[in-house]
């Protein structure tokens, strides 16, 4: 296993090459218990719990036909901040029997039952969004997202797909909530 880092935080092997491969660990010589300094990953502003490892990268990820892809924790820094507006396009259902978060602009892509696009999606997302501002959208698991930021981008928006969306990615039983996603970070959210 690798070293304890600053923050608490213990990496495995997996996320030391994806973070290897984004430029955190520069220098340092991983397989090594001698290597003279632990690398350090910046601050996190939540709290990771024992089933989340940190987003590999904090700065905004390349991706096409929209802005980029963002970790859930630097998507929250930039709604705290006011460069953001956090749209959660998850169907109504998800929101009321899965969690919400507090603030975000309740968008669908699309509506449940049968999952047909939400006609009004344009003009909502238009009358959210302010001029010159960005738009971080959040969906179950960071898929129908991408879509939406493609569709944000073609309307002029500044639009990025917030990785692992609102419940991560499905653990070996298939269930999702507890690898990554913005509740598992300990990001704001609440349940009805």
Not at 59 to 67: F, I, R
Not at 152 to 176: C, K, S, V, W
């Amino acid at each position: 296993m690798g070293p304890f880092l600053k923050y608490g935080v213990k990496i495995s092997p997996i996320w030391r090459q994806d973070l290897a491969r984004v430029g955190f660990w520069q220098n340092a010589r991983m397989n090594s218990p001698s290597h003279a300094q632990a690398p350090v990953l910046p601050a996190w502003p939540s709290a990771n719990t024992a089933g989340a490892a940190p987003t590999a990268s904090i700065a905004p990820q390349p991706a096409d036909g929209y802005a980029g892809d963002v970790s859930p924790d630097l998507a929250w820094q930039w709604v705290q901040s006011g460069l953001a507006v956090l749209v959660d396009v998850r169907s109504d259902a998800e929101r009321e029997w899965v969690g919400f978060v507090p603030g975000a602009v309740p968008l669908a892509w699309k509506q449940w039952p049968g999952m047909a696009m939400n006609a009004g999606f344009d003009a909502g997302l238009c009358a959210a969004v302010p001029a010159g501002q960005k738009v971080v959208l959040l969906c179950r698991s960071g898929v129908r997202s991408i879509a939406a930021a493609r569709r944000a981008t073609e309307l002029g928006l500044q639009a990025y797909n917030i990785l692992e969306g609102f419940e991560g990615d499905p653990d070996a039983q298939g269930h999702r909530g507890g690898l990554g996603g913005w509740r598992q970070r300990g990001l704001p959210w609440r349940q009805n």
